[in-house]
Structures are given as C-alpha cells and as structure tokens.
C-alpha cells in the first residue's frame, strides 16, 4: 500500500493556493459528462453534492434517511469555529491552526490543519449567504461564543441547533440542485459496498431499503461521506442508523483504515438509567462554564440524596485536581476523571448493573450568585431537554452526567486531495481520519465537513478525472454483477438466521466489551481481553441471532443486522490499532502509559505517525503502514491542564 | 409498570392495516421508543412480526420519529417530539394507541412509517436561497437585526417531521411551508427570490395533494418546535405579494 499523502511542497501559508493552481482541471464542457456518486447527505455530503452539481458535475447522492435533511449532522449542538477574528480577540489562522494541532495532541498533519484554519473563514460567509440564522450582537453583526477550552471566542452558533441550521443551509443548496436536475436524490438507499473496475472505484451496490431490492450504481468516482462510527459501543451521543458499514466495505476492498482506535468520549452526557438503554444524549459542553462537578467525598455518602450531603462532604474533584483550569478542562481530562471517582465507587444516581455511573453538574452556587433568571436565560433549553429524560430539574437538583462516546477521529485514510487509497474513491467528514490527529477540539467538525465539501474536494477531484480516471463504462461491466450477487448472498444468509437473540442485544454485548477495554481507559491486557471475546462473539452472532421477515420489504432488522455484522469485525481491528499504539494520546489513554498524576504521556520517538490498516481478507491479520508526521512549524510541546 | 398497546400494523402501503393489541412491561424512566423496542425484542424472541417504526436521533431534531399516540401526534406532552416522550407521562396499566401519521400525501411505507417524501419536494420547488458555493459576500457585509435573526431562527427551526399535516383535518402543510418562507422571508438574503418562492412552493404544497388551511390551529398545537401560526399568516402575505406583483 502506496501512502503518498500529495502534500505541497513550500512555505505553510502558501502551500494550498500553489496546490490549488497545480491541480488540473477538467473543462466546463466536460463536467457534465463525469457522473459522480455522493454517499451521505450530511453536512459533507450535502455540500459536496450541492457544490458538484453547480459546477456541473451529474450527481447521485445517497442517503439511509427518508430525507437527506435527517442526517446524523442535524444534532450538533454547540458551534462551528472560523478564524474570522470579529472579537479581535487574538484569533488568526495561524492560532486556530495551532490549537487544532496541539488539541488533537500532535497527530494530524500540518498542512491539512491549516488549510482547514485557511477555509474556515469563506464557510461562515456560505452559511450565511444561504440563510443560515446565526446569532447576532444588537448591532447586526455576527456573535462569537468561546467553546471548549480555547481562549478565543471563534465559535459561530445558532441557538443550541448550530448543526441543524448549517445542514439545513447545505439541504437547501442540495435542493436547489435536485431542482435543477444536476442531483438525484436517493433517499432510503444503504450503500452495502463498493465495486472496483481495474482498480479504481467505479461504483456503489446498494439496498433500496423499501423494497428491499440490491443494485449496482456506476459513476466515474466515488465519494463517500457516510459519516462516523461511534455507534460500535452501542451506546453514543450518534444517531441510530450512524455505522461502519460503508467505510468498512471500503477498507475490505483495499482502502487504507486510519488509527480506528482515535475515539472522542464526551465529558457531559445524561448517564444511563437502565440495561433497556438504547442512545445517550449530550448536554452542550457550555454548561461546565457555570456547573460545578461534585461527587460524595466518603463511600458511606454514596446513595444518599444529593441535598443530605453537606458542603465539607462534597468532593470537588476537577477544582481540586486541576486548581487552574477547575471544571473547564478539556473534554478527554474531564471524561477520565468522572471514571476514576466512579470506579472508586464514588458515583450517583440510578444504579445499572450494580454501578453507580454518574457524577453531578451543580448550578446551585450560580444560581445563587447570578441569579435564575441569567441562568435560565444561557441554559433553559438545555435544562427542559434534561428534565424531559431524566424526570428532575436542574434549577432544583443536580443534574447527573456521564461521559459518552461522541465522535470518531479515525477514518478512511485520505491524502491532502481527500483520495484514499483507492483511486477514485474520496472520503470526507468524520468518515476520514484527516484534521483532528487523536482529539477533535468542540465546533470543529462542522467545520471540517463543510470545508471538505463546499472548498476543497470541488477543486481536487477534477485534478482525479483529468490524470488518473479511465474509461467509460456503465453496470453492464461484470465487476457490478459480481458484488451485487455477493451482497445477496450475505441477505440470504442474513435471513437464514433463525436464533433466539435479538441482534439490538447482541450488538449491546459487543458494546460493553468495547467500553470496558477500548473505551476511556485502555491497557494492554484489557485489549487482548477483547480481541479474545470479540471473534468469540462473532461466531455466536451466527448461532444465536434472529433476523426477521423478508427481504423483498422494508426491514429494519435486516438493515441491522448487516451493520452489527460490520462492527463485529470492526470492532477487533480498533483494539488491535489502540493495542499497537502503545502511547497515551488525545483521546487514546493507555493506562501503562501516564504520569504519577494520571495525566496522558505521548512517546514521540516512537508514534508520531499515522498507523494505516490495510485488509488482508478475513481470515489474516492486517497489515501496518505508517505516515511518519513532520512538524515544521510547531514544536511539539506536552499539554498541561494543571 | 404494565401497558396495554393498540398499534397500527400494516404490511405495505397496498394492503389495509389494521390495530393489534399487545402487551408489555415498561419503566417509567423509558423512552417512549424504548418501550417499543422492548416489545420488538419481546416479538423477535417469540419469533413473531417486529413493529417498524421512523427513527434515528432520539433527541428531538432530525425529524423521523413519528407517531400518533392516542390520537395525537407526538402524544401527551406540548413541543416534545415522540422520541422525547417518556413513559413518566403515563400511569401504570394505561392503555395506549399507536397509529402513523395520517394524510394522503403521506401514504403508510409499513406499520408505522409512512412516505414524507412530498415535504422534500415542496422544498425543491424554491425553498433555497439561490447561492453558488463561493459567491458569497462577507458574511457580516449585511447586518441583521438580533431580533430579525431570533424570529428567522424561530421558523428555521421546524424539523420537517409533518406532525402539523397529520394533526390537521384538512391535511395540510401550510405550517411547514410557512416556516421555511418566512424564515427565508425575513432575512435579506431570502429577500430576491421572495415573492416567486411564496407562490412556487404553494404550488407544490397543491400538487401533492395536501389540503387547504381552515385556521383549526391542531398544527401549532402538536408541532415539537412550536412553530406559531403567524408563519402561515405571512405565508398567505407572500402569496398575496405574489399575486399582486403578477409573480404567481
Ligand atoms: C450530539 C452531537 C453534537 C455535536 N455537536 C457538534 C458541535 O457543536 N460542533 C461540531 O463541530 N461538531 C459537533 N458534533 C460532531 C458533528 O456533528 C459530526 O462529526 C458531523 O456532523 C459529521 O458529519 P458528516 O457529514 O461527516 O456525517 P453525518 O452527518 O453522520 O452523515 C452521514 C450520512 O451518510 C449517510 N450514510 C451513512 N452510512 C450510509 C450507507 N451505508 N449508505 C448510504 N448512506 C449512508 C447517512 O444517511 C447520512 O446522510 C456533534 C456530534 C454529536 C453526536
Ligand atoms: S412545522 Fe412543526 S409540526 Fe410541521 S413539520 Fe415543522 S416542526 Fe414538524
Ligand atoms: S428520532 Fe429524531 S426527532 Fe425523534
């Protein structure tokens, strides 16, 4: 496997423009006869197709949704990020580019991060352009928040529902291309894998998810924009339909896999309350700019009413373990340490499975100082959502929070022209591994969607039709036939399964064996745990699952269970990454690797690198590659919350 | 707690449906969907037909769930979606009634989902700004009133769920189609394409088949943003504009 990440050569700041004037293009005339296949209709997908489609490319975009408005993308809660400077605060690209290397703890490669600091400027104008209702200050213009830990007010926001309006702006840009005629729309279609034509990626086999009917698309590139793969722990802050399943088939046809065990675990969700769990809800991050993170200080506290344990009882732990930063740490230090007191038996609230695992987030001092009403005026809605899941108010009780598994930082791997490793095939938003190293910062993944679809693939994939693209041809090609009966297959052999076990449940179990091994925390020994129950559980998935009904008809469970599929075997090749990266970073901790304090330690010696998985069919282990990481520009510097 | 459930089954949109009783053992701390998918793996372990439903965020914003809890859409609690309804709201031994959304341009997929497709297409029909990507001016060029852009935000926000074309007796859409031209209406950079996107959506809200608006206000009532009345007074405004200025 050929890892040639493209990257300009020349100075940082100059290095996408020179990139950009390279690049070959394909001629106005011509773009219309390049048929091009979307996978997604999220904030990437949307944008791409959208974009695609006015430059005149013919597009078909794909989505699992009954609308492409419903993608995963519409739940983001708290920002986008843009070095646009409004607060003449200090911001500039230079500094949202450093923050995002050094947030993802030194793991992603310079000139992507700062091209995306670069397009985070023209992203604001776009949304705005299209009627996305941002916040305003009383004199018009645009408002900025500060959000999760920087120390510049970067963050554009619409209410609690930035992610909603932002792809309800590229929605709206797709729409008006279906409306033109230059983008078909297919909702209710799955993406079951990819087909190759001579090596390159020529088309899609897909599930209608109505009928049930299993078909070959060609196109004459592929790009794929299907999204993150939280939902591997069964429970996350993802949609439910979120999955592996599209990047995994890629992978298994010869696409690169990029540190699968990079995964981002949020500091602030509502805990579980029962085993009939089925998602975990996030409460926004801006919270802990006015709660207090408390536990009982004694075990014989634990169970009692919050109110019946008084102040000195009360352990404070994030003010006390890191007096600077207090209760505003990044996400990854807040997350670990709600773990720890919770092992230590210390946690609160309903107890599931004999575990109390929840910490409280305490707004009474503010309420005290500032008032209900200012709290009410920044929180209200954030409070309602909580009171109607967990049944208590927040202006009264603490709320009880948990963290959860919120984003995937590992991905397809892509180079600097967002192509994998298989020509014609392009993978953007949290479906590749590109801009966030081993930790995303909050409010930067709108951003990388966005900058992926409307400002950087338009220019790169022309440059890939116009050097590398061979060939015209259309389904009638054996290639397409041959995936197509292999993918009924796998329905037929789907179907045949007649066990006892829902596969909700059997997908439970594979989630709790990745929390408790790959999850927070992980060693060397916990992982081999799982890389010993997880083929075991794969093998059970076979005797003891039930798959209902046809498939000729809309069936859910069969659309399940072709995903649980994936993430079993997912599942094994992200604890063999986190097992291979024996270092702490970002959202990796390896608990053998950490300081007496229990903060992270990265070994730069030995993985400053991307790890790249390469398929070697199902029965061997996969092969490693490396992308070595340079850093030209910044010094690498260990982070410190203290 | 126990629950008795009547619940819309159907295979497909070609055969009739018809309400099947069941029932199932609940928490009060469950989702309403939750409960439902206790009573699927209940049904899967009998080796008995599971019940499909709509749904995907669980946190009240894409917009799939959809049902109409005893007669209602999005049940018993005001501007909560059916994925935000918790079993709290009922007491134990209810009996509870589980139907899809009901109008024509809706038709049942299977069980308890049901085609929107329509509410995409009305979209299409200039429900947009027509900006290419890279054309846009700064985005702080033009200033926007603070309360200009609360209110613009306020119609923006509907989900697209199609609760107010299932609760309205003449199944129609004039609130979805409200919200998305007022929203665009109120900002400058709707203002261009104002009149022309008032009467094309209209026209496709017509074509599809939904109903006439009689003001019964069920729309406001069971729509989970809150999206007021007032959007479909201004749509009637836009239309008018439309009309007046030979635009229709
Ligand atoms: C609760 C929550 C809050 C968040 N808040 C923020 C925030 O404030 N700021 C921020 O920057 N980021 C936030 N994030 C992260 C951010 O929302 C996501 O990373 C981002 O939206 C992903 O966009 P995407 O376009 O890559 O994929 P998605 O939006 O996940 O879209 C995936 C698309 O692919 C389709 N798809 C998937 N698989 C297939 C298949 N096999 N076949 C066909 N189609 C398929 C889906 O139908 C969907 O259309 C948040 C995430 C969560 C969970
Ligand atoms: S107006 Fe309200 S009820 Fe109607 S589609 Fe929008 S959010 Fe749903
Ligand atoms: S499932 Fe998304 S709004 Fe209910």
Redesign the pocket.
Known sequence: MQLDAKLPSGPLREKWDKHRFELKLVNPANKRKYRIIV?????????AAASLAELGYDVDC????DS?R????????????AAKNHQNDGDSIWRLFYDTVKGGDFRAREANVYRLAQISVDIIDQCVAQGVPFAREYGGMLDNRS?GGAQVSR?F?ARGQ??QQL?LGAYSALMRMVDAGKVRMHVR????DLVLVDGHARG?V?RDLLTGEIGPWAADAVVL????Y?NVFYL????K???V???F?CYKRGAGFANPCFTQI?PTCIPQSGNYQSKL??M?ESLRNDGRVWVPRRLELVGRKPSEIPETDRYYYLEERYPSFGNLVPRDVASRAAKKVCDDGLGVGIAVGGRRNAVYLDFADSITRLGRKVISDRYANLFDMYERIAGESPYEVPMRIYPAV??TMGGLWVDYNLMSTIPGLHV????NFSDHGAN?L????????LA??YFVLPYTIGHYLSTMHKGKFGVERPEFAEVVRQQQAQTRRLLALKGQRPVDDIHRELGRIMWDYCGMGRNGDGLRKALAAIPELRERFWTEASVPGSGEETNPWLEHAG?VVDFLQFAELMCIDALERDESCGGHFREEHQTPEGEAVRDDERFCHVTVWEDRGDDAAPAQHREPLTFENVKLATRSYK | MRLQLHIWRQKNSREPGRLVPYAVQADEHMSFLEMLDVLNAELIRKGEDPIAFDHD?R?GICGACSLVIDGVPHGPRAATTTCQIHMREFPDGAEITIEPWRAYAFPVVKDLMVDRSALDRIIAAGGYVSVRTGAAPDANAIPIGKNTAEKAFDYAACIGCGACVAACPNASAMLFVGAKVSHLALLPQGQVERTARASRMIAAMDAESFGGCSNHGECEAVCPKSISLDAIAKLNREFMRAVATGES
Not at chain 1, 236 to 239: E, G, K, R, V
Request: charged content about 10%; some cysteine; glycine content about 16%.
């Open positions: 996978v997604g209709s999220g904030l990437a997908g949307s944008s794909f989505c699992i949704q492409p419903r993608a995963h993308s519409i739940a983001a809660q708290g920002g986008i990020n959000f963050t926001y930035t992610g792809l279609h799955e993406m079951l899609i897909t924009c299907t999204g993150g939280g996350s802050t993802n949609a339909a979120s999955n399943t599209a990047a088939r949020h809800t996030l926004s919120h984003y953007l938003g949290e479906a995303r909050g409010a930067s993944a709108l951003m990388q969607g992926d679809g995903r | 965020c946190e």
